[in-house]
């Protein structure tokens, strides 16, 4: 019996790995779609104007989605290693503290001027990533006093970082809170998620009931129907308009059916198929209200992604666990288990490029051969994180 309950965990990692690791990957294609030309429009973002949606503009919900699938099997796993409620809470809030705060860095990065300045942005990148390594690097040994020392170092170094920031206004410590950034979005959601169902102790019912709320919350604010307290917006507020958490309660919810559910239970398909047409027909219907868009996190925008989340989710499942086909995920399991990593070595790879100033020939940054070269890079930041794995190099937040 143990086995068996051994086997069904690993058949679910695989499949939400599987998951996360295909979108990483698109991830990291589209963030790569800056440096092409004559490319088509549907795979990038749309502008805020724009009633529609783009790939781009569905990669980030799903991985909002995801991070609410993790959300009850990583609670499981620390409960059953003794943690209580408020020791994994405290381990949620320090998760989350650490996105907010490299979200917070990554996106002053954006408005870093290139020229004047004590350090070059290229410089400045590289030294802010290797930082985020040094204290969040998964080491071996965590309690031996040089993790310590090397922590302390990367602390400092974001300070000082933070310190000799330099915008056009202002000389040193020009930081901004602009917005949160992706990862710092992403922190958001995670708390929210986990937070809802680590006091709920998993009562699904609960699960339904906050995404419901959260959900109209969203509709609520795009009707105006919030402007009464508009007033606490700046004090406490749900980032996205209750958007991007609503993404990860649906996870929350699809994870719970499939672990209780399991593949072989028709019911499992039944449920979360009629969930995702739901969601995708309230998307459409109410389209003509607030429209799509990302930018302005419609409701529409919302329901339409995690739909089609949903549909994805279980395509992958099928695939993993229904047929046993899991040979293709070899290869790109690194960007499903190393995630973080992956996520930011690319911004060494640009911060590099930044300081050698060397550009491909224009011909392999237009049209076709252009999109071929960035999903290759893509494929290619994934095989540097395998080697890292390899060598025991990865994020742990």
Request: positive net charge; glycine residues 8%.
């Amino acid at each position: 019996m143990s086995d068996i309950k051994k086997n069904n965990t690993s058949r679910r990692l695989i499949a939400i790995d599987a998951f996360r690791a295909i979108i990483m990957i698109l991830m990291i294609f589209v963030n790569d779609l800056w440096t092409l030309t004559d490319i088509p429009a549907w795979l990038g973002h749309v502008s805020a104007e724009t009633d529609g949606m783009g790939l781009a503009d569905f990669v980030f919900p799903a991985f909002l989605f995801i991070v609410g699938l993790s959300v009850p099997f990583a609670i499981a796993n620390r409960k059953s290693k003794g943690d209580s409620d408020l020791k994994i809470f405290y381990h949620v809030i320090m998760r989350t503290l650490a996105l907010l705060v490299m979200g917070v860095f990554l996106v002053n990065s954006e408005t870093y001027p290139q020229e004047e300045v004590i350090l070059s942005k290229s410089i400045w990148m590289i030294l802010l990533v290797i930082a985020f390594f040094l204290i969040w690097l998964n080491y071996p040994k965590p309690e031996t006093k040089y993790v310590g020392i090397l922590k302390i170092i990367g602390v400092n170094m974001l300070i000082i970082l933070g310190f000799i920031f330099q915008t056009e206004d202002s000389l040193v410590t020009g930081m901004e809170l602009h917005w949160w950034g992706i990862l710092g979005l992403i922190g958001w959601a995670y708390f929210t998620a986990s937070g809802i169902y680590l006091f709920s102790k998993g009562n699904i019912k609960v699960q339904y009931i906050a995404l419901f709320c959260l959900l109209l919350f969203s509709c609520a604010s795009f009707l105006g129907w919030l402007s009464p307290i508009e007033g606490i917006k700046d004090y406490i507020w749900l980032v996205g308009e209750g958007s991007l958490a609503t993404f990860s309660m649906a996870g929350v919810i699809a994870a719970l059916v499939y672990k209780n559910l399991g593949t072989h239970n028709q019911k499992f398909w039944i449920l979360l198929i009629v969930i995702a047409l739901l969601f995708i027909v309230f998307g459409l219907l109410t389209r003509p209200i607030w429209g799509i868009s990302k930018i302005k996190a419609t409701p529409s925008w919302t329901t339409i992604c995690t739909g089609l989340s949903i549909i994805t989710f279980l395509i992958i499942v099928y695939i993993t666990d229904v047929l046993q086909f899991r040979k293709w995920y070899s290869y790109i399991k690194p960007a499903g288990t190393s995630t973080l990593t992956a996520y930011l070595i690319p911004y060494i790879h640009y911060a590099i490029l930044g300081l050698i100033s060397i550009r491909l020939p224009e011909i392999l940054r237009t049209g076709d051969i252009g999109l071929i070269k960035s999903f290759l890079y893509a494929l290619f930041i994934v095989g540097i994180t395998g080697y890292l794995e390899h060598k025991k190099i990865h994020l742990k937040i």
